[in-house]
């Protein structure tokens, strides 16, 4: 029988030489990762949808945070659950409020040895659970939203923070944001647009971990991305790059490889994935089954996202992946 002059078998034959050969290279560089700080507790409280994540306190973050910097970690995003909420979310860009006191905290804690981000929508600080304010007929005013999140990110800077992430998917959301921030003398802050962000039904672990729950059983398909949609991502991102984003983001992440591949082959900017709570979840639910080697999922699912072309990858894994890597 007649073999072939070219083997591939050849390279994959020990570790060594996979490790000599491989095409995409996962390391801590590539890791964000996203905390969750709660007003008005005296423990942190896991939240029983995402396996080993907890609300934190101010000073369970500062201690995690400063682990997560030692661990070789660039940047958290911080995500806050106030212990009050109203109509338009005011405790987004009250300058007491979580988020912004926890951005001071670590600001004084880690410096520049690590990059502080900070979610920038106004779902987990509004009573009725949506991104953005009311209608009188309940639908989500775009325009009147904006001037909102653009207070919430001067308060952010404010506090601290190197990068507003907008979230919530409001057409227009970066100019005003990126306006706002330059206008207040923040022209240094970054901005990471939440860009191509679905529709998904990925999120319900992450809606535990904010306490958020949409009045009326509502949904959020009105403004975030229909995920039928591959196209219209690219719009989504383009008109955030000339709105003044530094950086985009794919949301979810897995189930969107074929989105964040064309975003990556489009643009120059940096790009992001967001590596969500229900992939998350359901990696340690099946390996906690005993159905999945749950490490080994964690390191492929993480790897095909940067293999997809992610620049950084945000992922509740972070700690257990930079923990491995050291």
Not at 4 to 32: F, N, S, W
Not at 109 to 118: S, Y
Not at 143 to 151: F, G, M, Q, S
Not at 191 to 199: D, E, F, G, N, R
């Amino acid at each position: 029988m007649s073999f072939p002059r070219q083997r591939p078998r050849r390279l994959r034959r020990t570790p060594a030489l996979r490790r000599l050969v491989a095409e995409t290279r996962l390391g801590v560089d590539d890791l964000i990762a996203p905390l969750f700080v709660r007003e008005g507790i005296d423990a942190p409280q896991p939240i029983a949808s995402l396996p080993g994540v907890v609300q934190h306190t101010r000073e369970s973050l500062r201690k995690e945070v400063v682990e997560l910097a030692g661990l070789g970690i660039p940047a958290v995003i911080l995500f806050g659950i106030p212990e009050h909420k109203d109509p338009v979310g005011s405790e987004a860009w009250n300058p007491d409020g979580i988020v912004q006191v926890a951005l001071r905290d670590l600001a004084d804690e880690v410096g520049d040895r690590l990059v502080l981000m900070a979610d920038c929508c106004l779902d987990e600080y509004t009573d009725h659970g949506h991104c953005g304010v009311l209608t009188p007929e309940g639908d989500v005013d775009n325009d009147a939203t904006l001037d909102l999140y653009a207070r919430a990110a001067v308060a952010q800077a404010d506090a601290g923070v190197g990068v507003v992430a907008p979230s919530g998917m409001m057409d227009g959301q970066v100019a005003a944001i990126r306006a706002a921030l330059d206008g207040s003398g923040h022209d240094d802050t970054s901005i990471l647009a939440y860009s191509a962000k679905y529709a998904s039904a990925l999120y319900g672990p992450f809606r535990d971990a904010v306490d958020v729950h949409i009045a009326g059983g509502g949904d959020r398909k009105g403004y975030q991305q229909d995920w039928h949609n591959a196209r219209e991502a690219l719009v989504e991102v383009r008109a955030d790059i000339e709105q003044g984003a530094d950086m985009v983001m794919v949301k979810p992440a897995l189930a969107y490889l074929d989105v964040l591949a064309r975003v990556r082959a489009e643009v120059d900017v940096p790009v992001a994935a967001y590596h969500v709570s229900g992939e998350y979840a359901m990696v340690k639910a099946a390996a906690a089954n005993g159905w999945i080697d749950g490490d080994s999922v964690a390191w492929e699912h993480i790897t095909a996202v940067k293999r997809a072309g992610a620049d950084a990858i945000l992922t509740y894994f972070a700690r257990e992946l930079a923990e491995a890597l050291q």
